[in-house]
Nanobody
Framework: QVQVMESGGGLVQAGGSLRLSCTVF????????VGWFRQAPGKEREGVAC????????YYADSAKGRFTVSIENAKNTLYLQMNSLKPEDTAMYYC???????????????????????WGQGTQVTVSS
């Protein structure tokens, strides 16, 4: 049984930092793209930062570039999202996802964050106060 579990959300003031963690159980994600999505109230879910499980090229949304960093600790099957210089508009539910078509996206030069990933976590809330 595949499980994707996020942690690390919370309340932070604008300008602060948070690190989200996501551990994947039950699959060998070598060919997968993994990453972070977020959804704010009344808005569509958007891809924030994604990468291939084995490393290499990373995708960042324009809103995340220069502030967020996605990384992987393979030995722990854990994905991280370091978020710095947080803004109130970063407030959202953040989801971790694993997508088995990561190898295809790289082959076709398609952005690694795609909304129809195979496996999703339950989400962790990030709230940034002004």
């Amino acid at each position: 049984q595949v499980q994707v579990m996020e942690s690390g959300g919370g309340l932070v003031q604008a300008g602060g930092s948070l690190r989200l963690s996501c551990t994947v159980f039950g699959l060998t994600p070598d060919d997968y793209a993994v990453g972070w999505f977020r959804q704010a109230p009344g808005k569509e879910r958007e891809g924030v930062a994604c990468m291939k499980w084995t490393g290499g090229r990373k995708y960042y949304a324009d809103s995340a570039k220069g502030r967020f960093t996605v990384s992987i600790e393979n030995a722990k099957n854990t994905l991280y999202l370091q978020m710095n210089s947080l803004k109130p508009e970063d407030t959202a539910m953040y989801y971790c996802a694993a997508d088995s078509r990561g190898w295809w996206y790289l082959l076709k030069d398609i952005p690694l964050c795609q909304p129809d990933a195979d496996y999703w976590g339950q989400g962790t809330q990030v709230t940034v106060s002004s």
